[in-house]
């Protein structure tokens, strides 16, 4: 801490301190009370003396006492303090408690010195010794090169996910939920795909060590669902002419498509009109490349009305990919155990110009439908969520946006094409 003098300071420095002062008068004669309080710096400096033991006072006479006369020829330590603070010299604390008191010394201010032309960095001083009033702030320079900030933000899935369930609901839909984990009946045995398809072996699907098995299934539709598959049961069809087993319905799998959703909601919703959709979670034992990954999001729906066409189904696709802004469409016949007719839907890849199938729909057979006693039409569909996705952000590989090999500087960069 530095120290200036007050002004009563240099004045008590230049003409020495009122107790001094007082005892000098009354070494020289002066001795009486009356006298001595005429003077003008008679009541400090009289306290200080009597304070410091320099004077005794009987009756109006005033004599010098025990330390007094060594106070007339020697500094005292407060005269002695008074001038180190003027010199700049440090002094001791109790010196310091004295001249702070008698406010005959006061704290310098450091003074603050801004040199530069303008304020690129507030900081306290700035703001405390006023600088930031008189010089000017340095301005923002929108187009300077800095380097790229990533805050976080939704995954390109999670944002194609909330928009397309966002469209779906505004067409009328309603979401589905179920597990991933279900049932061959389900998945399989509900959609009249024979026990023995291809895709019902360990070649296409997961299965699960435990629980392998689910312990029940509705008595009455697995009665009905096996009629079906075996002779056709009421419907008029032949079936698949095999002997159908209750025990590889009962099988657990990773569900491979969302399908079996569907299946669940029929049980509960067989009467017209119905619209239901999800945008979930299914698995397949895939041969991992630029268009398959093993697990992936299919966007599943379903239309229950009376006199439903293909057309109704073209006309949803157009209605739904347009308000995605995907206008190219193609639609190509093709057989499903559960639909009749069926066709696969292709969008065309605005960078590749290619062709990609984005899914699969048809009209669900008699087959299907008449196990549930449902005899109103359905259509029915499941798209490729990851692929939709290609068309709309132009990427070329699935394996951008999944596992391990992800492109993180795709997922940072990706613009996000739509608000909700
Ligand atoms: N389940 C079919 C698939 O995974 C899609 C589909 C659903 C097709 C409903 C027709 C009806 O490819």
Partial sequence: MSYQLTKEGEEYLEKDLPEARLLKEISLGKKSMRDLQKLPFFSIGFMWAKKNGWISVKGDIVEIAGSGKSALIRKSPVEAALESAKNGNTIDTDSEKILLSRKLIEEVKEKFEFKEKEIAQLTPEIIKSGVWRSVPFRKYDAAVQVPEEYSGRKHILRMGIDTIKRILVEMGFKEMEGTMIDAEFFVNDCLFMPQDHPARTHWDQFSLKNPKMIKALPQQLVKNVKAVHESGGITGSIGWGYEWS???????????????????????????????????????????????????????????????????????????????????????????????????????????????????????????????????????????????????YNYDDIRNLHGTLCDIDFLRKVPVLWKY
Avoid: C
């Fill in 246 to 392: 209750g025990e590889i319905a009962k099988k657990i799998v990773l569900r491979g498509h969302t399908t079996s959703l569907t299946t669940h909601y029929l049980m509960d919703y067989k009467n017209p009109p119905q619209r239901f959709f999800s945008v979930d979670k299914v698995f397949r034992n895939d041969t991992i490349d630029k268009t398959h990954l093993l697990e992936f999001y299919q966007i599943e729906g379903w239309v229950m009305d009376s006199n439903l066409t293909i057309r109704d189904l073209m006309g949803t696709f157009r209605e739904f990919y347009g308000k995605l802004g995907i206008k190219d469409l193609k639609f190509k016949p093709v057989f499903n155990p559960y639909t009749e007719p069926s066709f696969e839907i292709f969008g065309r890849h605005p960078k590749l110009g290619k062709w990609l199938e984005i899914g699969n729909s048809g009209m669900f057979r008699e087959e299907m439908l008449q196990p549930f006693g449902i005899t109103a039409d359905v259509i029915a569909w499941g798209l490729a969520l990851e692929r939709t996705l290609m068309l709309l």
